[in-house]
């Protein structure tokens, strides 16, 4: 078999065995990891946001899941979520991976309503940890309510920026500041004191302890203070396809579900060996990809009543803080087969 050619913009991974697809800007994406190419299948190009919660769908890619299946997957990288539903809005996306925000997928069902199904969410809360509020090592706060008057950074949308200052509002950090900035960054600047701490997704919390420069204040901060319970799961990222490809392909729909479901098996049965893929996706690489922890992953044939209500508690929230212009179902954005 020929080695598939490796290349990342201009900038080579050796050792990498995928293909990549380059050049294609779409709606400010950056360039994509991977390109896995099938002669049978119509392109399904999927856009992602480099965090670990999208692990399921780079271990797909990776072990050829996909390739398998007879699917034509082309990855597309984007600096925030807001950019995927952008993306698929226009047409130039046909789905999102994994770790895409929820919330701003909905903006664009109301913007174009029936856009996009869910077939997978990723489920976070103190035990299953993505998205957590991060200060400098040696910084005094000790609760999330010390953040008080300080400057905060987020990830860049409308989803990260919401929940930041709703949670810093309802855990008593009055007077706090919120600024976006790429979570690529986010280490970096309390590192240099142009923010004082960040709410943020991994792998950014184990990056930066990890080189010693940060802490994680508390995690499973959005099950906290935005569903009232530490341990309830806040679905805040979501796999779609949008209903357009669904209709229009429904044979390479069941195909590139039941490859993307190996991705999930793999990550909840061997999650060791799942780990490794976040290279070249995140910002962790190398033996620090044992050190992050795992969001959960629930199907849409998963999904309970209780799942439903605090999903839909969730989409509440910004509805009730006029992000949302009007209420969004969660059960009718639910993929059925």
Same mark, same amino acid.
């Given at each position: 078999m020929?080695?598939?050619?490796?290349?990342?913009a201009a900038?080579?991974?050796a &050792?990498r065995?995928?293909?990549l697809l380059?050049?294609a800007?779409?709606?400010?994406?950056? %360039?994509?990891?991977?390109?896995?190419r099938?002669?049978?299948?119509?392109?399904?190009?999927?856009?992602?946001?480099?965090?670990?919660? %999208?692990?399921?769908?780079?271990a797909a890619?990776?072990?050829?899941?996909f390739?398998?299946a007879?699917?034509?997957?082309?990855v597309?990288?984007?600096a925030?979520?807001?950019?995927?539903?952008?993306?698929?809005?226009?047409?130039r996306?046909d789905g999102? #991976?994994?770790?895409v925000?929820? $919330?701003?997928?909905?903006?664009?069902? =109301?913007?174009?309503?029936?856009?996009f199904?869910?077939f997978?969410?990723?489920?976070?809360?103190?035990?299953?940890?993505?998205?957590e509020?991060?200060v400098?090592?040696?910084?005094?706060?000790k609760t999330? %309510?010390?953040?008080? &008057?300080?400057k905060? &950074?987020?990830?860049?949308?409308?989803q990260?920026?919401t929940?930041a200052?709703?949670?810093?509002? +309802?855990?008593? #950090?009055?007077?706090?500041?919120?600024? @976006?900035?790429?979570?690529?960054?986010h280490?970096?600047?309390?590192? $240099?004191?142009?923010?004082?701490g960040?709410?943020t997704?991994?792998?950014?919390?184990?990056?930066? +302890?990890l080189?010693?420069?940060?802490?994680?204040?508390? #995690?499973?901060v959005?099950?906290h203070?935005?569903?009232?319970d530490?341990?309830a799961?806040?679905?805040g990222?979501?796999?779609s396809?949008?209903t357009?490809f669904?209709?229009?392909?429904p044979e390479?729909t069941?195909?590139? =579900?039941? $490859?993307?479901?190996?991705? =999930?098996?793999?990550? +909840?049965e061997?999650?060791?060996? #799942? +780990?490794?893929?976040?290279?070249?996706?995140?910002?962790?690489?190398?033996?620090l990809?044992?050190?992050v922890?795992?969001?959960?992953?629930?199907?849409y044939? @998963?999904?309970?009543p209780?799942?439903?209500?605090?999903?839909?508690?969730?989409?509440?929230?910004?509805? @009730?803080?006029g992000?949302?212009s009007?209420?969004?179902?969660?059960t009718?954005?639910?993929?059925?087969?």
């Amino acid at each position: 078999m020929t080695k598939p050619l490796v290349k990342i913009a201009a900038m080579p991974v050796a &050792g990498r065995r995928r293909t990549l697809l380059t050049g294609a800007a779409v709606l400010g994406a950056l %360039a994509a990891p991977a390109f896995v190419r099938a002669a049978s299948a119509p392109t399904i190009r999927i856009g992602f946001w480099p965090v670990a919660a %999208a692990l399921p769908f780079f271990a797909a890619v990776e072990k050829g899941y996909f390739k398998d299946a007879g699917l034509d997957v082309e990855v597309q990288k984007f600096a925030g979520a807001q950019q995927v539903m952008e993306g698929m809005l226009a047409g130039r996306c046909d789905g999102s #991976a994994n770790g895409v925000g929820a $919330a701003n997928l909905a903006i664009g069902e =109301i913007a174009q309503p029936g856009m996009f199904k869910i077939f997978c969410t990723n489920p976070s809360n103190a035990a299953n940890v993505l998205e957590e509020f991060v200060v400098a090592k040696d910084s005094p706060c000790k609760t999330v %309510a010390d953040l008080k &008057g300080k400057k905060i &950074g987020c990830g860049p949308g409308i989803q990260n920026v919401t929940l930041a200052k709703t949670m810093l509002e +309802r855990a008593g #950090a009055t007077g706090a500041s919120v600024v @976006e900035l790429p979570i690529g960054q986010h280490v970096a600047a309390i590192a $240099a004191g142009q923010v004082d701490g960040v709410y943020t997704l991994e792998p950014t919390g184990t990056v930066g +302890r990890l080189n010693g420069t940060t802490r994680v204040l508390e #995690a499973g901060v959005v099950a906290h203070y935005i569903l009232g319970d530490p341990m309830a799961p806040w679905h805040g990222g979501a796999a779609s396809l949008t209903t357009d490809f669904i209709k229009k392909y429904p044979e390479a729909t069941a195909k590139y =579900i039941a $490859a993307y479901k190996r991705g =999930i098996q793999l990550v +909840r049965e061997h999650p060791e060996d #799942a +780990r490794q893929y976040m290279k070249g996706y995140t910002a962790i690489e190398g033996p620090l990809t044992k050190e992050v922890p795992l969001a959960a992953y629930m199907t849409y044939d @998963e999904f309970k009543p209780s799942d439903v209500q605090y999903f839909q508690k969730f989409y509440d929230l910004f509805t @009730e803080k006029g992000i949302f212009s009007q209420k969004v179902d969660v059960t009718k954005l639910l993929y059925k087969a």
